[in-house]
């Protein structure tokens, strides 16, 4: 795994932090899911600050020369992927992130919460 991959999910982190993402969680799906190493999950309380959350990271990671693999949800903001290959990200509102609860259908990840 290359040093990059291992930053990945905390810069990922970091930047929803910057637009107040609540709930953040990182997931190491390694040797748990092939489609992925980590799943970041975060919630956000409206449909506006789900975007902004995801417009964020993106150019903070396009800055860096990173950008994702595929996107989507922007149209409707309630749930909102962003695929960086060996990192993706979720970004609820909280009533969807509730309903999906991706943390307990992943329940045998490791999991650890984004201390800013």
């Known amino acids: ?4 991959t291992n930053q990945l999910p905390e810069m990922i982190a970091a930047a929803a932090d910057d637009k107040k993402a609540r709930d953040i969680v990182i997931l190491d799906m390694q040797g748990i899911s092939s489609v992925t190493d980590f799943f970041v999950i975060c919630s ?8 902004a959350i995801a417009d ?8 860096k020369g990173i950008n994702p693999l595929h996107k989507e949800g922007y149209r409707e903001a309630h749930w909102i992927l962003l695929d960086y290959g060996t990192c993706v990200v979720h ?4 009533e969807d992130r509730n309903f999906y609860n991706l ?3 992943w329940g045998d990840a490791q999991s650890r919460s984004y201390e800013a």
């Open 1 to 4: 795994m290359t040093d990059i």
């Open 44 to 51: 956000a309380n409206s449909t506006t600050q789900v975007a």
């Open 56 to 63: 964020n990271i993106e150019e903070k990671l396009s800055e």
């Open 91 to 94: 970004i609820f509102i909280e």
């Open 103 to 105: 943390e307990r259908l």
